[in-house]
């Protein structure tokens, strides 16, 4: 035991040296024996347990097998292992840089790959900090899941390589570069382990990131095998939408007027179809089985005016056969008479970016965030307006939100029925159907219907989670993959950004749930479909066929957060609706009324070229189907028009009092869509506002809205007190206020809650590089060398 | 029904005055709807409440709310005080004439003058101008449209192409506030008759066609008299000053050794008065190296002054060099001095040519010289008209970003903080004083040094300190106002124009957003104090200099717009602010974080509605506070009551039942 504290004692001088010694042995053209020595007396230390585990480079091989090499006498350099949980291989002094300067510093410790997560575990203590209440109970600081890497870099010198999996034999580089999902970097110094260790680890990482695998290696599966959750608690919370009744009840409460499906139940009809949904009345038996549930009108949401919303995977157009026409038109016809005989369709693929090009703009976007040294992010700062604007990321969130008001506006002032397609029809379907809902309906703005609202229209929607993210890394879903919840959680924090009081979920969630994305533990994001999920879970299950495997889903937040870290996911900011304002409503549909003629010919358009061709222009004639989208390739001339419509809606809207339980539409002004700062700037130590950022307000009100509840709970017991004679004794509820309060005496920053009381040395960022780029573009004339004061005629 | 027709009328006129009805309707909307509803209620009561008393009573939450179109009210405001008992004005709003300030007085007036509004489109209605305001009222829309602006924004007026086919002749109206107005008018059959429009070309522009600027007549009284709230002494006195090592001197008492200099002057305890002359005749202008601020713990100070006057030739100044040195050893923190030129080195180096340059750091030994290279009057000037060109009247969707970027104005109001943060940090983190300079030091060293207080003082984040900053470092060290804004000046090609008081105000801002609660005022504090910067209603930024003022004895003949701000501070309170004043503030000067002030260069703009729900909310809650707070304690009473009842009637009983509640305060 003395000997160990010697030798840590030893090992903290030569850490408070190591700027110094490692310059020394890098300027050195030879290293002598002397520096050999502390080099070999670095390593040792470090790797105090003594032989490293056997990486396994197998991923097919059972967790036994690991379990079994594993030497006990490793376990406290482990970070806590979750159950299920197995290292695959770990190498110890391996140094992490500080991310926040340049001047190569860092911390010793061991570094890990297990079947779950890429872990650090620094050689020193672990400084017990205030800061710890937003704690991930998955994973720590220094911890990436598996599928939370996004890049892996191999560095040497000033170089640095992006490492696309594949064997990497024999060579590994001194300098791991990782980018994760959640935009976070860690570098890693390899070269003062042993070569076979950082062998071992680097190979070990980039196999398990970066190489195909399959979907049972995912961790939840051996975590859901070692863990039980109650499942009563989750079905209590939001609704699931994976029952006949979570359906029939969405549709009582918008008083929708559709059919529910309940014959694929067992996958029957489609795998690809959700277990239970709803399409219009006409929709009969047979028309269900046709085109493996393509071109089916799914229900999503039904107007209080009676007229809904449908989305629905378009059917490639196939010229030599007519019957997929007609049974389109037979659909839509179905889809009309719904509400009024009217319909829009719309189809997004026309009008929207791409999977594809979501992807390469977010690829474009993120780069901006994922910052490896100072000089490197003040450099980028001068171009940053430019930048966002040729990532185009942005600009794809306009574009979304802007087709969700073009369908509210169909909704709320015409009354028509939209139906929303697209190919596969749960990508941007997804989105926009959300987004409208979000728009419309005041109950997904609460945190629970926001839940729901993810589950109904991604979940059971049918939004191929997996596919999109590639957690497996397969070759050919390379493709596939785009984040596309991502952007609607963009263009949601948006609307939160705009229109906050009327939301009750916080920035701090949304920025979490996108975390969650990348941890692969719930079964909410692991599945391309329910289909999927359900002969997956059964599958794995370790009992009978009949009790599929039973995985948390992301609505148990409890797997990942304390109640106290829970309650920053409510929005102190979020008005509760009035009791007596449940029948404004009800007062909204006289409006409707007088629209309950036939539309008239007044709705004829010009013929555009759209998914119903001229054969289609009779029913369009019957219906008054009228096509929303505009051509975004070939700017027609109504592209102009349709977003001055637009404008005009939202300018007409503006006028109406402000209503946080009516409906909310976003500006869309290029000043009014912003960058999601929290999510993307929170790991960026030099724009870190010291004493400010949003937390500063947020923390105000909810240290009254504590203070407001405080007192109502005091009126509530003066008034049991003076009825009856018992104390009312109700439960404190707990608030964000008392959370933040609590930490009033903690400096905050603006990246609260995800950074807290790191000892930042209290210093400004100061920077670097200002002015190299500004001037020398078209200043125009001599200005700059002017002096300040005119001409001689200005001496006054 | 009429009463319903006389009170959006009158909301439109204390609302806004402004700009557009849709916006003011939204605004109204948002917040005021509900508070005039509830003073109409009131005083549907008690008729005999008077106007003013509702207006200020519903016009609050607006402030809070709404940047963009409140601003002109304030015009209105004072006006309000000023007759508080005007009952019969009520009928008056129905009239196509505006409500008089004080010695007011209508020049001219013409009826079927066409507003051709970027927003709505063309509105036809009565114009009316007076020695203060251009007053545009269009009766044929509910509520009817009012546009209200003093004539002191107005910086161009000119004729745009000649008659049209319909007899109409068309004037643009360039505005120093980020807007232009057009408006067209039948031309004047009478030859002889002047044109409404040749009338407001001469009251637009008082000073260039002999006629008096408006703020010498404007007599209204105030309960405080706002020239009051900056006395030099006391500020120092604040601030500890004079102490062992430093002294206030009265070598300037009558403008002898600098006059764009305040009388009142802090220098090192070790110079004689005689040697402050010498180092005069070394500095631009005379401007010497004095005190701004001094570190209460540290003793590091932030001195400002002009550029030394090295010449081509490398001139010296020993005197200029041991001021310097006194000026470091009176800090016994730090061996160093830090020197912030705000000028790009390349513009310093050419000043030598004419004279000027900066300090060698040969000559000035333990000096470190820093450039901070931010830009002249004339860069700044152009990068705001390029600015209004990208948000004035509509926003391009499409590249906002990249067209933002151009304007490069962001990027000035990085320079400038990043500036004021450099200093900031010497003297707090390194405990170094620093002297700060430019060419003349009364630009942008007035925007770096009181940036660099307001970062490291507390007490200029209130309202009143924020004032007294002003006050100091930009009305009695020398910024020229009425050079670089032309207050009544025709010339508006002037060179010597320059938004440097503007940009001054966004960076301040730009920390508003950064540390909502730090600041005691919100963001219509600031767009107030911008507004009347060009209204010419108060003699605040009159002249040019301290000595100007006192000779044109504008404390006697023109009221402070403190005077109006600090009648009713309630309107430009921040309600998220915690008194931290110990803090410094250390903002981030990245891109990531600045942003355009919407708020101000957009408020014109319909569909940019502001977004500050949070004040909202705050204010509610607070009156919910206080509401169940007198729940509380009345229930309190009543228990206590009745638990004394009860123990008396179980006299002897030697149990409490009820313990006392705590109650917030």
């Known amino acids: ?796 | 029904m009429r009463r319903n027709i006389l009170d959006s009328e009158y909301t439109v006129c204390h609302y806004t005055t402004v700009i557009q009805w849709k916006m003011l309707k939204y605004s109204l909307n948002l917040t005021g709807i509900r508070v005039t509803k509830v003073a109409m209620g009131d005083s549907s009561k008690s008729t005999s409440t008077s106007r003013s008393d509702r207006s200020t009573h519903a016009a609050k939450p607006t402030f809070a709310m709404s940047s963009d179109n409140v601003s002109i009210s304030t015009d209105f405001s004072p006006e309000l005080r000023g007759r508080p008992k005007a009952v019969a004005k009520v009928l008056r709003d129905s009239k196509e004439e505006p409500q008089l300030l004080p010695k007011e007085s209508v020049q001219d007036m013409a009826k079927d003058v066409t507003y051709i509004c970027p927003y709505i489109g063309a509105l036809r209605g009565t114009l009316t101008v007076t020695n203060y305001r251009l007053f545009f009222k269009c009766m044929d829309r509910e509520p009817a449209f009012v546009l209200d602006l003093p004539l002191g924004v107005v910086s161009r007026v000119e004729k745009i192409g000649g008659a049209s086919s319909r007899g109409e002749v068309s004037y643009g109206l360039a505005c120093k506030d980020i807007r232009n107005l057009r408006f067209a008018h039948k031309q004047m059959e009478d030859s002889l008759r002047k044109s409404i429009f040749e009338i407001l070309m001469k009251c637009a522009f008082p000073v260039s066609n002999g006629l008096t600027i408006f703020a010498f007549e404007y007599g209204q009284v105030y309960p405080e008299n706002g020239w009051k709230v900056y006395d030099a002494q006391a500020e120092y006195k604040r601030q500890g000053l004079p102490n062992e090592s430093w002294r206030i001197t009265k070598v300037n008492d009558h403008y002898e050794l600098c006059d764009t200099y305040p009388s009142t002057l802090v220098v090192p305890v070790n110079i004689p008065d005689e040697e402050l002359k010498r180092v005069a005749a070394f500095r631009a202008k005379g401007r010497i190296p004095v005190l701004s601020w001094i570190h209460p713990e540290s003793q590091a100070t932030v001195i400002r002054c002009s550029q030394p006057m090295v010449g081509v030739n490398g001139k010296r100044s020993k005197d200029d060099e041991k001021y310097l040195q006194t000026i470091m050893d009176a800090n016994a923190q730090s061996h160093k001095l830090f020197i912030f030129d705000a000028r790009p080195s390349v513009n310093a180096a050419a000043n030598k040519m004419k004279g000027g340059g900066y300090e060698s750091e040969d000559a000035y030994q333990n000096a470190e010289l820093v450039f901070l290279d931010i830009h002249n009057i004339h860069v700044m000037r152009e990068s705001l008209r390029k600015l209004k060109e990208v948000v004035y009247p509509n926003i391009e969707e499409s590249h906002w970003f990249s067209n933002l970027e151009s304007t490069h104005w962001l990027e000035h109001i990085k320079l400038i903080l990043a500036g004021a943060l450099r200093i900031a940090d010497k003297v707090e983190s390194g405990k170094t004083s620093v002297v700060v300079h430019c060419s003349d030091g009364w630009d942008r060293t007035a925007q770096l040094a009181s940036l660099a207080m307001v970062m490291l003082d507390g007490h200029y984040r209130t309202i009143r300190g924020f004032q007294v900053l002003l006050e100091k470092e930009w009305l009695s060290f020398g910024h020229r106002f009425q050079l670089r804004i032309g207050h009544g000046d025709k010339n508006h090609t002037d060179a010597d124009r320059s938004p440097v008081f503007l940009q001054f105000i966004d960076c301040v801002w730009q920390m508003t957003r950064q540390f909502p609660a730090a600041f005691e005022f919100n963001e219509y504090f600031l767009i107030t104090i911008l507004d009347h910067l060009y209204s010419c209603l108060f003699g605040t930024f009159m002249c040019n200099s301290e000595q100007q003022r006192v000779k044109e004895e504008l404390p006697k003949k023109t009221v402070s717009l403190w005077a109006y701000i600090n009648s009713q501070p309630e309107e430009f309170t921040n309600p998220l602010y915690v008194n931290y004043s110990n803090h410094v503030l250390f903002p981030v000067v990245s891109m990531r974080h600045l942003e355009l002030w919407v708020g101000y260069y957009i408020r014109w703009n319909p569909r940019m509605r502001p977004q500050e729900p949070v004040h909202q909310r705050y204010k509610e809650l607070l009156a919910k506070r206080a509401e169940l707070q007198k729940r509380v304690e009345e229930l309190q009473r009543e228990v206590t009551n009745r638990s004394a009842s009860s123990s008396s009637e179980r006299a002897g009983s030697p149990t409490r039942s009820i313990t006392p509640v705590q109650t917030f305060v």
């Open chain 1, 1 to 796: 035991m003395r000997m160990f504290d010697g030798r840590v004692l030893l090992k903290q001088v030569i850490l408070l040296f190591w700027p110094l010694i490692s310059t020394w042995v890098q300027g050195a053209e030879k290293i002598d024996s002397c520096q050999l020595q502390v080099l070999e007396m670095l390593s040792s230390l470090g790797s105090a347990g003594g032989k490293s585990a056997k990486p396994s480079f197998v991923s097919y091989v059972t967790p036994e097998e690991i379990k079994s090499e594993k030497e006990p006498s490793r376990k406290e350099k482990h970070p806590d292992l979750l159950p299920g949980e197995v290292v695959f291989c770990s190498a110890s002094t391996v140094l992490k840089y500080t991310q926040d300067d340049l001047s190569q510093r860092g911390v010793f410790g061991v570094l890990l790959c297990t079947n779950f997560r890429v872990s650090f575990v620094s050689d020193e203590e672990p400084t017990e900090e205030m800061g710890q209440l937003f704690k991930n109970k998955l994973y720590g600081e220094n911890d990436i899941p598996l599928s939370c890497v996004d890049n892996i870099y191999g560095g040497s010198e000033d170089k640095r390589k992006l490492i696309t999996g594949g064997l990497v034999k024999n060579k590994y580089p001194s300098k791991m570069i990782i980018h994760c999902k959640d935009l976070r970097v860690f570098q890693f110094s390899l070269s003062f382990s042993k070569e076979e260790d950082a062998k071992k680890i680097f190979q070990g990482i980039v196999h398990h990131c970066l190489e195909p695998k399959s979907l049972r290696c995912l961790f939840a599966f051996s975590y859901c095998e070692n863990t039980s959750y109650p499942e009563a608690q989750r079905k209590k919370q939001t609704v699931m939408f994976d029952s006949v009744e979570d359906w029939t009840q969405d549709m009582k409460r918008t008083k929708g007027n559709c059919r529910v499906v309940s014959e694929n139940s067992n996958f029957e009809l489609s795998p690809k179809l959700p277990q239970y949904f709803i399409v219009p009345k006409n929709v009969s038996d047979e028309d269900l089985t046709k085109y493996q549930g393509k071109g089916l009108p799914m229900w999503c949401w039904s107007h209080h005016s009676g007229c809904a919303l449908f989305k629905t995977a378009s059917i490639p157009l196939v010229q030599e056969d007519n019957v997929p026409q007609t049974y389109m038109e037979k659909m839509l016809t179905a889809v009309a008479h719904n509400h009024l005989y009217s319909v829009k369709t719309e189809d997004l693929s026309d009008t929207l970016p791409t999977v594809q090009d979501i992807l390469l703009s977010y690829n474009k976007f993120k780069q901006f965030f994922l910052i490896d040294n100072t000089t490197e992010f003040w450099m980028s700062d001068m171009k940053w307006f430019s930048s966002l604007d040729n990532c185009g990321w942005l600009d794809i969130i306009r574009q979304c939100l802007q087709k969700a008001v073009e369908v509210v506006e169909s909704l709320e002032k015409e009354n028509t029925n939209v139906l929303i397609m697209e190919e596969g029809g749960s990508d941007l379907c997804c989105v926009v159907s959300s987004l409208v809902q979000l728009m419309l309906d005041p109950y997904y703005r609460t945190l629970l219907g926001f839940q729901s609202l993810v589950q109904k229209e991604w979940v059971a929607g049918g939004h191929a989670f997996l596919d999109r993210s590639n957690h497996l890394h397969l070759k050919d879903k390379v493709e596939s993959q785009s984040p596309v919840f991502l952007l609607f959680l963009e263009c949601v924090w948006q609307l939160q950004q705009q229109h906050g009081p009327a939301f009750q979920f916080s920035e701090t969630y949304l920025t979490v749930l996108s975390d969650s994305v990348h941890v692969p533990v719930f079964t909410t994001f692991l599945f391309n479909n329910d289909g999927h999920r359900d002969s997956l879970l059964r599958a794995e299950s370790p009992h009978t066929q009949r009790s599929p495997l039973n995985c948390p889903t992301v609505w148990d937040w409890s797997v990942q957060f304390d109640c106290k870290a829970q309650d920053l996911f409510t929005n102190p900011l979020y008005t509760e609706k009035p009791k007596q304002d449940t029948s404004v409503r009800k007062s909204y549909r006289p409006r409707h009324l007088r629209q309950l003629s036939l539309p008239s010919s007044a709705f004829k358009t010009p013929p555009k070229k759209g998914f119903f061709k001229d054969e289609a222009d009779n029913l369009k004639k019957i219906l008054g189907v009228k096509r929303l989208s505009r051509w975004m390739l070939s700017p027609s001339s109504d592209s102009p028009q349709t977003s001055s419509s637009v404008r005009e809606f939202y300018e007409a809207w503006q006028t109406k009092p402000l209503d946080y339980h009516g409906l909310l539409l976003p500006c869309l002004d290029g000043p009014s869509i912003r960058v999601w700062m929290q999510r993307y700037l929170r790991w960026i130590h030099d724009v870190q506002i010291l004493g400010g950022g949003p937390v500063a307000m947020l923390s105000k009100v909810s240290e009254i809205l504590g203070e407001v509840q405080e007192l109502q709970r005091q009126l509530d017991r003066h008034g049991c007190t003076l009825t009856s004679n018992h104390k009312g004794a109700r439960p404190r509820a707990k608030t964000a206020a008392a959370v933040i309060a609590a930490r009033s005496s903690v400096r905050l920053s603006s990246s609260f809650p995800f950074v807290t009381s790191r000892n930042w040395a209290f210093k400004p960022a100061i920077p670097t590089s200002l002015l190299q780029s500004l001037m020398v573009t078209g200043m125009p004339g001599n200005l700059a060398d002017r002096e300040d004061d005119g001409g001689p005629e200005s001496l006054v």
